[in-house]
C-alpha cells in the first residue's frame, strides 16, 4: 500500500522555466527514500510540494489517501501535522532553548491560543524529554540552541519534527552542512526513525554513496524529471553520469 | 588592468579633485560667503558665548521650573515612542515578507511607513500646528508619526533578516499564524526590537526640543522664551540641563542594550 502518490506533478514559478516535469513516483509506508541529483534539479521544490509550502501547477499528490492539491486552510493545516520537516539550515528559533524548539512540533494539535500562551500538556512534555534522550542530547535540554553544534541542532531539529508523531518525515539535504562525523549521526538517526518507528523517510541528498548505503529507493532527479528509480546497487556508474550529465570519475564520490 | 588604463584612472581622481575645488569655490562665491572672514569671528563669537551664555545665581532660581518642564518633554518622548512602537510592530509584522498577511496590507504598511518618515519631523511639526493648534497634542503627535515611520521600516528588516527560516520550519508543523509570530518571530527579534525602541526614545529626546520650539510645548518653548527675552544666562541654563539629560539617557539605554543582548 503507498503512502505517498505523485502523478504527473509539475511547477513552474515562471512562465518560460519549467522547475519541475511531469513527476511521477510513489512511497510504501516505512520506506526510506532519497533523492538526488544537481542543484538546481528541483529537489527542494519536490520536497515542499508534498506539504505544499510551495504550490504546484500539474499533476497530483496523493497522501495517504487525500488529494493534497485540493485541501482548504483548515485540512492543510492537518495535513502539515502528519508530515515532519527537517532542513540544511536546521530552521530552530535560535534564542529559545531546546526543550521549546522540541515543543514548537505540537503547535499543529493545538488551538492558537493554547499555542500563543504554550500550554503543553504532561505527556507531551515527557515525549519531548523522551525523544531528546533518545537522540542523545537530553542534557542540552535546558540551553539555548545557538549553543550547540550543527549536529545537535539537526538532532533537536529531529526531535520537533518527531513529536509531531507523522507518518512521514521530509528531510531538505539534513547533512551539507555537517561535518563527516555528524553527518553520519544523523543519517543513523534517520534510518533508525524508519526502521524502529515505522516512519517513511524521504530525504534529499548530495552525496550518491550515502544514499546507496541507506536507502531503500533511490530517486535521481535532472533537470526537474525522473531519470532514475530503483534500489542503491541498481546505481551504475552509467545511471549516476545521466543523473548528474558528467562523467562518474569528474565527481567526487566519497 | 594594464598600465594605460591604470595611468587613465590616476588621471579621473586628479580630475574629480579639482571639479570638487571649483563648485565648492563658485557656491561660496554666489552666495557671497566668504571664509576667511567667517573664520574671523570666531574668536569674537566664542567670547560673546563665554561673556553671556553663563549660568549665574539668579538664573538658577529657574532651575525648578526648568526641570518641569523638561521632565514633561521626557514622558511625552517616551509616551510617543512607546505607542508608536505597539503600532509599528503590527505594520511591521504585516509589512514583512516573511510575516504579511496579504499584499495589500503589506503594500499598505510600507506605504504609511515611508510617508511618515519621508516628510521630516520639523514639517510635521508646523503642519500639525496649524490644525491642532499650540497644545502637547501637537508635539506628542509629530514625534509619534516620525517614530511609526522609522520604527516600521526598522522592524520590517528585523524580522525579514532574523525569522524567515523558523517561520518556514513552523508553518511546516501545521503552526497558526498568531502562533507563529508569538513563538518564533517575537523571540528572535526582541532584542533588536527593544534597541530600536531605545534609540527612538533617544532621538526622541533630542527632537522633542525642536519640536518644542516650533509647537510651543515643553523644554523647547522655555528655551525661545527666554532666549526671546534676551535672558541668555537662562537659556544656557536650559541648554545644560538638555546635554545633561541627553548623555544620562544614553547611557542608561547603552546599559540596557549591553544587558538584553
Known sequence: ?254 | MNEKAMRKSRWQTVIFLLIIIVLTYLSSAITRFNFVEGMATIPEAIGWIFSNLMVTQESMDKLPKILEKLAETIFMSIAATTIAAVISLFLGLFGSKTTKVNNFLSVFARFIASVSRNIPVVAWSLVLLLSFGQNSVTGFLALFIGTVGFLTRAFIESIDEASQSSVEALTATGATYLQIVSKAVIPQCLPQILSWVLFMVETNIRNATLVGILTGTGIGYTFDVYYKMLNYNAVALVTLCIVITVIIVDLISNYVRKVIL
Open chain 1, 1 to 254: 500500500m503507498s503512502l505517498l502518490k505523485i502523478e504527473g506533478l509539475g511547477k513552474s514559478y515562471t512562465a518560460d522555466k519549467q522547475i519541475l516535469k511531469n513527476v511521477n513516483f510513489e512511497i510504501k509506508a516505512g520506506e526510506f527514500v532519497s533523492i538526488i541529483g544537481p542543484s538546481g534539479a528541483g529537489k527542494s521544490t519536490m520536497l515542499r510540494c508534498i506539504n505544499r509550502m510551495v504550490e504546484f501547477n500539474e499533476g497530483k499528490i496523493i497522501f495517504n489517501h487525500q488529494d493534497v492539491g485540493s485541501l482548504n486552510n483548515k485540512e492543510l493545516r492537518k495535513l502539515r501535522t502528519n508530515i515532519g520537516m527537517v532542513f540544511q539550515h536546521y530552521n530552530l528559533v535560535p534564542r529559545l532553548t531546546v526543550i521549546e524548539n522540541v515543543l514548537h512540533g505540537r503547535f499543529g494539535y493545538k488551538t492558537t491560543l493554547q499555542g500563543v500562551l504554550g500550554r503543553y500538556t504532561e505527556e507531551e512534555k515527557e515525549r519531548a524529554f523522551y525523544l531528546l534522550e533518545k537522540l542523545g542530547i537530553h542534557e542540552h535540554a535546558y540551553k539555548r540552541c545557538d549553543q550547540l553544534s550543527g549536529g545537535q541542532q539537526q538532532r533537536v531539529g529531529i526531535c520537533r519534527a518527531l513529536i509531531q508523531e507523522p507518518k512521514l518525515i521530509l528531510c531538505d539535504e539534513p547533512i551539507a552542512s555537517l561535518d563527516p562525523s555528524s553527518s553520519k549521526v544523523i543519517m543513523d538517526h534517520l534510518k533508525s526513525i524508519s526502521t524502529e518507528m515505522g516512519i517513511t523517510c524521504l530525504v534529499n541528498l548530495h552525496q550518491v554513496e550515502v544514499a546507496q548505503h541507506y536507502s531503500d529507493h533511490i530517486i535521481g532527479l535532472n533537470k526537474g524529471e525522473v531519470v532514475f528509480r530503483g534500489e542503491g546497487s541498481e546505481l551504475s556508474a552509467e545511471q549516476i553520469q545521466k543523473i548528474y550529465e558528467t562523467n562518474t570519475k569528474d565527481l567526487i564520490i566519497e
